[in-house]
């Protein structure tokens, strides 16, 4: 025999299949701390030559052994999960009983509502272990690669086909997820970070139950996408079934796999087309450009009981904002809500914020404290008692930090509304760290033990603020914007308050009849108007009448209805207090940043075209010939320009814009069916108040058969009942008392709690 004899030792595989266990591994799909059953397959390799040959067990690794350590181990310890169980039994294989390599699945049945399982699969060689006594990234036998989280059988309900029958009713859908957690699976600039199933699974659970897709093709690589943008996996596998699609087969379906490299390129071809793809997700379509020195993730809480609270948390996040070491990302609703622990003091304005931000924790303590302190708050007061500002730190990446000056998450948030209502608006499916609970079902189990309390739920209230001394609750009542236009041909009042002494003359009356602000315009925004006249003369139109009423003690807040920015500005020096802007932000460039600036609320409106093009058919064309789905959809995109640019979220009004681009039978759809658009929780737009203005428009007369604009007054009033019906918040109108008391009666019906 020639040659070098010696070869590598052949590897067999001794495996144990199906092992059921008890195991404390996190939290269950109940979110109890509890013992749960496990199925444990392990498999693991060794040369079984010599235990062949002789015939006896020592020789080769015993898997009555290994049963009995994988029973122990797994029944007698807690872990904070699953992967955590699977690395255990990992270690236990190779380091102690000396397999060569090890592949573990564990499997959690029902760990999930709507699934039939979820597990991980897991594999490693000795030689990752060598040296190490934490665990390993296997990423010296390379095998780390393929480290799975997987879900099986997730059955949810959505509408997916072409078939018209398939539009109409949803169908269930079988999904299965293999999810790549580690680094190794792909080279991406992403840190390395733990991923929470169960967050994961509500995100995509909440997109697939509210989509409607016509393929299985497009809602997959949607499935994905949302799961590589969103829950920042870095590689995901997507199976999805439909068993009822064709009648003599199980199911159809399709495989995919898509990864992070995949994602950066789609999103190029986007950005370079400017078009997006079937399976684009609106939810993400606006982030603010952010500056790449700030790489840390924080929300922050923030409060205000005493002054004026609401120049308090604006001069606060305008400070956080100086030297370039924070980056507010978003922001959240402003809630007025009732003082906790030290009960006898005024009323918090409270509010969270997403930053991102260079400084360490210890860091960013201290510029919130000087922040207080530059806000007038004492540390010699009584501990929780009033404070002009307080700022707390909730959340600070990933990270869970207990020293005797800061504690991350902040202590007690589970037990305080007032944090978590506007921290769910920003940060409802983030999981605490600590209690394995997201945001959401802290909120919600929170709000049930309240309401269950001897002293009953607690009373909060979405605001915003609309003067220095004025803070509008909205569910109080549906407020009345009064019209003012001091212009030469709008479409029902033009030429009759063009001097301004009349025009504050009707302002003075319009209060007195029970409006709630004044919308000032220069410029007729109705079809076929002239928009041809300069900035400077729309500026001379309404400034002076803003000012004169300043003079004489005008109380009421005032608001200008311009889409020029230039406009804007100078309203707001004379003393207009909101920005109504009918094409959303989206006519003139300047107009966001003039609206993030002035830190004024705003309404924002949907419109196509202009004036001369608005009622073409291509404008009021939309698509599906769903009007409703459409306009929530466009606002959304415009509600979150406005928030990249910088706009308070607790500062957005929005206004469907009932006869822009809308032909009658639109409008009546979109009054038909508004709380659907405005105050269904699955809309786009939930949580935003809405303003209406349907006062005398041409879709009232081709009800009503009355030509004459300022004559529409008894069809007015019942587009103004559907639209109090339909939830909104503000209504727009020429007649004040009249629409006014039709409101009152309005609001004794749907807003009973009110009166």
């Known amino acids: 025999m020639s040659g070098d004899s010696r070869q590598e030792p052949q590897l067999d595989t001794i495996f144990i299949k199906n092992l059921v266990l008890k195991s404390i591994t996190g939290v269950d799909s109940w979110q109890r701390l509890k013992s749960q059953p496990v199925v444990i397959s392990v498999w693991f390799s060794t040369d079984a030559t010599a235990a062949g040959n002789s015939d006896i067990v020592s020789n080769t690794i015993h898997y009555g052994h290994v049963t009995k350590a994988v029973t122990k181990l797994t029944e007698?310890?807690?872990?904070?999960?699953?992967?955590?169980?699977?690395?255990?039994?990992?270690?236990?294989?190779?380091?102690?009983?000396?397999?060569?390599?090890?592949?573990?699945?564990?499997?959690?049945?029902?760990?999930?509502?709507?699934?039939?399982?979820?597990?991980?699969?897991?594999?490693?060689?000795?030689?990752?272990?060598?040296?190490?006594?934490?665990?390993?990234?296997?990423?010296?036998?390379?095998?780390?690669?393929?480290?799975?989280?997987?879900?099986?059988?997730?059955?949810?309900?959505?509408i997916v086909g072409v078939n018209p029958w398939e539009r109409e009713d949803k169908q269930v859908v079988v999904i299965n997820l293999v999810i790549y957690t580690s680094p190794l699976a792909v080279e991406t600039t992403e840190k390395?970070?733990?991923?929470?199933?169960?967050?994961?699974?509500?995100?995509?659970?909440?997109?697939?139950?509210?989509?409607?897709?016509?393929?299985?093709?497009?809602?997959?690589?949607?499935?994905?996408?949302?799961?590589?943008?969103?829950?920042?996996?870095?590689?995901?596998?997507?199976?999805?079934?439909?068993?009822?699609?064709?009648?003599?087969?199980?199911a159809t379906g399709i495989d995919i796999t898509r990864d992070a490299l995949w994602l950066t390129r789609i999103l190029e071809e986007e950005a370079k087309s400017g078009l997006h793809f079937a399976h684009h997700s609106v939810q993400d379509n606006w982030t603010r450009e952010i500056p790449v020195h700030l790489e840390h993730t924080v929300y922050l809480s923030i409060g205000s009981n005493t002054g004026d609270r609401r120049e308090n948390i604006q001069e606060a996040l305008g400070m956080l904002e100086k030297e370039e070491e924070c980056y507010i990302v978003e922001t959240s609703f402003l809630y007025e809500t009732p003082p906790m622990y030290v009960v006898h003091q005024p009323a918090f304005l409270n509010a969270a914020c997403k930053i991102m931000t260079c400084l360490d924790p210890y860091t960013l303590l201290k510029k919130l404290k000087s922040i207080e302190a530059a806000l007038g708050r004492s540390n010699e007061g009584i501990r929780n008692g009033p404070r002009p500002i307080d700022l707390?730190?909730?959340?600070?990446?990933?990270?869970?930090?207990?020293?005797?000056?800061?504690?991350?998450?902040?202590?007690?948030?589970?037990?305080r509304e007032f944090v978590l209502w506007p921290l769910c608006d920003i940060a409802r499916d983030m999981e605490h760290p600590k209690l394995y609970r997201t945001c959401g079902q802290l909120l919600s189990q929170l709000i049930k033990a309240t309401a269950d309390s001897k002293t009953g739920p607690l009373e909060i209230n979405k605001v915003i603020p609309m003067e220095k001394s004025q803070i509008w609750l909205w569910k109080d009542k549906t407020y009345i914007m009064g019209i003012l236009n001091t212009t030469p041909d709008s479409f029902s009042d033009g030429g009759r308050f063009v001097e301004v002494d009349t025009a504050v003359a009707l302002a003075e009356s319009m209060q007195e009849q029970g409006a709630d602000i004044i919308d000032i315009g220069g410029m007729s925004t109705r079809p076929g108007a002239d928009e041809t006249f300069s900035e400077e003369e729309e500026i001379r139109r309404v400034v002076p009448v803003i000012k004169r009423l300043r003079e004489k003690?005008?109380?009421?807040?005032?608001?200008?209805?311009?889409?020029?920015?230039?406009?804007?500005?100078?309203a707001i020096s004379a003393g207009?207090?909101?920005?109504?802007?009918?094409?959303?932000?989206?006519?003139?460039?300047?107009?966001?940043?003039?609206?993030?600036?002035?830190?004024?609320?705003?309404?924002?409106?949907?419109?196509?075209?202009?004036?001369?093009?608005?009622?073409?058919?291509?404008?009021?064309?939309?698509?599906?010939?769903?009007?409703?789905?459409?306009?929530?959809?466009?606002?959304?995109?415009?509600?979150?320009?406005?928030?990249?640019?910088?706009?308070?979220?607790?500062?957005?009004?929005?206004?469907?814009?009932?006869?822009?681009?809308?032909?009658?039978?639109?409008?009546?759809?979109?009054l038909r069916r508004l709380s659907e658009m405005v105050s269904n929780q699955d809309s786009l737009l939930n949580g935003f108040p809405s303003l209406m203005g349907p006062s005398r428009k041409k879709f009232i007369g081709s009800a009503t058969g009355i030509e004459v604009a300022d004559q529409r007054s008894f069809g007015t009033a019942g587009a103004v009942a559907a639209s109090v019906a339909g939830g909104a918040n503000i209504i727009r109108v020429h007649d004040v008392r009249p629409m006014w008391e039709v409101i009152q009666v309005c609001d004794s019906v749907w807003k009973p709690t009110t009166k």
């Open 392 to 415: 707390d730190i909730l959340f600070y990446n990933d990270l869970l930090l207990e020293t005797e000056t800061l504690k991350i998450p902040h202590i007690s948030i589970e037990e």
């Open 553 to 570: 003690g005008f109380t009421l807040p005032i608001s200008i209805d311009t889409y020029r920015a230039s406009v804007a500005e100078a």
């Open 192 to 250: 390395n970070k733990s991923h929470h199933l169960r967050t994961i699974v509500r995100v995509l659970t909440r997109h697939s139950e509210s989509s409607s897709y016509k393929t299985v093709e497009a809602f997959a690589i949607a499935i994905a996408r949302l799961a590589l943008d969103k829950c920042k996996v870095r590689k995901i596998r997507v199976c999805i079934e439909k068993p009822s699609a064709v009648a003599f087969a199980q």
């Open 576 to 670: 207009a207090t909101l920005i109504n802007d009918v094409t959303g932000g989206s006519r003139d460039p300047r107009m966001l940043s003039v609206m993030a600036k002035s830190k004024v609320p705003v309404c924002l409106m949907h419109m196509r075209g202009d004036a001369t093009t608005m009622m073409s058919k291509e404008n009021t064309t939309y698509e599906d010939d769903d009007v409703v789905e459409d306009v929530s959809r466009q606002l959304y995109y415009t509600v979150q320009r406005a928030l990249a640019a910088g706009v308070y979220r607790w500062n957005i009004i929005v206004d469907p814009g009932l006869g822009f681009s809308k032909t009658s039978q639109q409008s009546f759809e979109i």
């Open 76 to 158: 007698t310890t807690s872990f904070e999960s699953i992967s955590a169980l699977g690395h255990a039994i990992l270690r236990l294989c190779c380091v102690h009983f000396g397999a060569v390599k090890t592949t573990v699945r564990i499997e959690q049945p029902r760990a999930l509502l709507h699934a039939a399982a979820s597990g991980v699969l897991l594999s490693r060689a000795k030689v990752d272990f060598e040296g190490s006594e934490e665990q390993t990234l296997g990423n010296v036998s390379g095998l780390g690669r393929e480290d799975q989280l997987f879900v099986t059988d997730l059955r949810l309900s959505t």
